[in-house]
Structures are given as structure tokens and as C-alpha cells.
């Protein structure tokens, strides 16, 4: 039982008292392939308790618990040698400045002082610990992660205790492999942990090197010849395995349109990022559209773009973990449809002034959680930030649910715990605390118009998301 911090042991033959101290550890945890690691589980078990947390989307975590102390087999376990003589504390051995703290029976530090080196010290103890039994708790600050030391102190006498249940804290995420840190001091802040990936990727590249520029390409998908622009950027070296984008036109407009105007080229150029610009098939009225179900044609998009992604694989070193849709407009609503019904090759999307439809948001249910982040204006005239029908699309009618609304409903997709972040300087507030470490973001901007995503917040957030 425990009793005002206390814990009494029953051993074999005799009664073993025991103090109860906190510990703490921050840090953040990356891939071996390099990036932050968010959602991973870090658990650890100490004092017959068990702690638990997750990271975030920068890798960050941290916890605090309780350890436990016992009376040590041998009190000079340590090459320190500290004792008492008329009321003075004798520090002999010292190597490194040191941080000396007075606890009191519940663990609360009452007084505390610092040595500024190496040697012997003799240092005068407040008069409260003449009247009390202390604990002394000694850190080595010259050393990064020293374990503290800890002794029982009366008022003739010292003795050196052990500390036990400083625990191992252990690392989980699917697709990389479990890790183990084991806490040498009270206080760690500071940590990196480096999780192994193990998914697997593409390591085969195709012999025949795709050379860099613009290629149009034609397939046939289902008796239908549908096309798309295959966009192979100068840093590509054919290699190693890059990721792959889907940019997706709006409603009117063109795989070469798109081309010229997403402002996603130019921030994954740099990084070898190949490209993809699909064509869809002519509307009743409106030019080239895409099928979301409710509007705007009746071809088959899902088929279209699976198969335009799998002859790409062929072509290029694509890193098939890394897949990602983005686009504008209707473009954007086919990259939510994208994350409805292809969940299984894209590891996320970020559309930009579109929504959920209330005519497809029943059939949306990915085959996994997947993280989406949407760009909306709360100007936007075509599509309105508040949602509702459409004036624009005259030859059906469709619903949409609003930014907000859009927001929610995929957190409830992607099984959302916790409240929306408040936004950050982008105008970004997220969901984090979903399933499987996905995460749901909505960007909103002031005023504006019908305006593309800001692909300097999309793409970097987008990366740090692959397969399972």
C-alpha cells in the first residue's frame, strides 16, 4: 500500500520502507529514413504503474512518472563519498559540477545548492535537516544523462539508497520496428529516438532511366481512352525511389491548365517529386469534369487514375508508399473522392475550395484512415465556406457540406478523440488524436477567393504521411 508517499514491501523476512520520487523524459522520435515520426505510441511501466503517450506532428513526446527507492547492499557503491560531521555535508571525489537537493519524506525538495567543480566540498545543511529524515539526491551536471544518486540522510550519518523503477520506455508504429530506450537519470529532456522503417518500397528501379520533361500519355481504361500529363522534374535521377503527385483540374479545365497553374510544382520539383496531371472526360455543359458521385460526369475516375498510377510505377522509380493527390476546384473535390475510394494507394491528399458532397459523403469509407488537409477561403464565391447548394453547377444539383463541415466529417472517418487545434499562423487547425496517426487539417483564409491550396503548408505537411 502507499501511504503519503511512502510504499511499504513485504519481503521474505522483513519490512523494507521505500520513497516514492517522480521522473521525467521529453524528446522527439524520427525515421532512420529522416522526418519526424508522428502518432507513435511510447509506453513505459514504472512503480507498479503504467504511462503512455503519442507523439505529435513534429515527433514530440513526454512523460512523468513515479520511481521508487530501496536501502543499497553496499553503501560506498559509488565512487562519490559523501558523510556528515558537525552539521557539515563532506563531498569527497566529486568529478563535475554537481547539483545537490534536500528532499523531504513526501520527495518535495526543500533546499537545494550547486558545486562549481571537481574535488572536495564541504557544504553547512540548513538547520531543518538536523530536526528530520532527508534524502539527498545528487545529479552530475557536467554529464548529459548522469544517473542520480541518492542517499538517506540523518543527523549523524548517510547512506547510499538504489534507485529502482526508472523504466524502459518502449516505441510502437506499424511499418517500423519497435524501440527501447532504457532512463539512466531522473530528468531526461532532449532525447531522440530513431525508429527504424520497414515498409517496403520500391528498390528495383526500371533499367530504361526516364529522362527528364513533359510527356503525354494515353491508356485505356475499360474500352475508354483517357489521358494525362506525366511531369518528370530535372532532379529526378531515376535512381531512387521519389514520391508521386496527382493533381487533379477543376471543372472546365485541363491537364495542361493545371499544369501551368498549381503552385504544387514548384515546391516539389526541388525534390525530384514526379507529377501527375489527369484529364477528365467532357460534362453534359461544363468541359472536362470529374465523377465525385452527385456531379459531374458518369466516367469511371477511380479506374482512370489507378491505372494511370500503376503505368506509371513502370515507367519511373516511384516510391509506392508515397503517393499523394492534390488539386483545385473540382480537382479538389476528386482528391476527397480520391481519399474516399483509393485509400489504398494514396497516403494522403490536400484539396484545395471543395468540399464533401451531401450526396457522397454516405459512400465515403476508405478501406483505412487517411490524413487530408483542406484549403478553403472563407471568400470563396464559387464554393461557399459555409456550404449548401451549388448555383455554380447548373445541370444537376449538389450539396456541399461547408469547410467546417467537411473538417468534422472526417474526423469522424478517420476516428478523431480530440478537439480541433486552435489555427496557427497559416490559418491551420487540425484533429491529431486519430486513428491509426492520421491527421485531419483545415487551412482557412480570410477573405480570398476561389484560391488554390498554399503548397508551401500542403506539400511538407502531405510528406510526412506513407502507407502502412
Known sequence: MRLDGL???????????????????????????????????????????????????????????????????????????????DNMLIVNNASGALHLSLLDALGKVYWE????????????????????????????????????????????????????????LVFTKEGYASTTYAMSSTSESGVQITMT????????????????????????????????????????????????????????????????ASPYKAVTDPEGVITVYPNGLNSPNMGQAWNVQGCCTTADDTSFVRAAVKEVETLACINTKRIYAVGFSMGGGMSHYTACHLADIFAAVAPAAFDLLQENQAACTPTRPISVISFRSTGDPVVSYN?????????????????????????????????????????????????DGVKVGLCTKQGGSHDYGNATVGWPWLKQFTLP
Open 113 to 168: 545548492t550547486r558545486t562549481a567543480g571537481s574535488g572536495s566540498f564541504q557544504i553547512a545543511l540548513p538547520k531543518k535537516a538536523k530536526s528530520m529524515h532527508s534524502y539527498l539526491l545528487v545529479k552530475n551536471e557536467s554529464v548529459a544523462f548522469s544517473k542520480n544518486s541518492l542517499y538517506k540522510v540523518t543527523s549523524n550519518k548517510v547512506v547510499a539508497l538504489d534507485l529502482t523503477g526508472l523504466p524502459t
Open 7 to 85: 510504499k511499504i514491501v513485504l519481503g521474505a523476512s522483513c519490512l523494507i520502507t521505500t520513497l516514492a520520487f517522480s521522473w521525467n523524459i521529453g524528446g522527439t522520435v524520427v525515421s532512420s529514413k529522416g522526418g519526424a515520426i508522428q502518432g507513435a505510441t511510447v509506453t513505459a511501466s514504472s512503480a507498479g504503474e503504467d504511462y503512455a503517450d503519442t507523439t505529435d506532428a513534429n515527433g514530440n513526446f513526454s512523460l512523468t512518472g513515479d520511481f521508487t527507492t530501496i536501502p543499497s547492499a553496499n553503501s560506498m557503491q559509488n565512487a562519490l563519498y559523501i558523510h556528515i560531521k
Open 387 to 435: 456550404g449548401g447548394y451549388s448555383s455554380f453547377v447548373t445541370n444537376m444539383a449538389i450539396t456541399f457540406l461547408g469547410a467546417k463541415g467537411t473538417f468534422a466529417k472526417w474526423a469522424s472517418i478517420n476516428s478523431c478523440t480530440d478537439s480541433p487545434s486552435a489555427e496557427d499562423a497559416n490559418g491551420c487547425s487540425f484533429y491529431s488524436s486519430c486513428k
Open 197 to 260: 522503417d520497414t515498409t517496403t518500397e520500391q528498390t528495383v528501379c526500371p533499367t530504361q532511366k526516364l529522362a527528364a520533361g513533359d510527356y503525354n500519355k494515353t491508356i485505356s481504361v475499360n474500352g475508354v481512352s483517357r489521358s494525362y500529363i506525366l511531369h518528370v522534374p530535372s532532379l529526378y535521377k531515376g535512381d531512387t525511389a521519389v514520391p508521386l503527385v496527382v493533381d487533379f483540374h477543376p471543372i472546365g479545365g485541363s491537364a495542361s491548365g493545371e499544369f501551368n
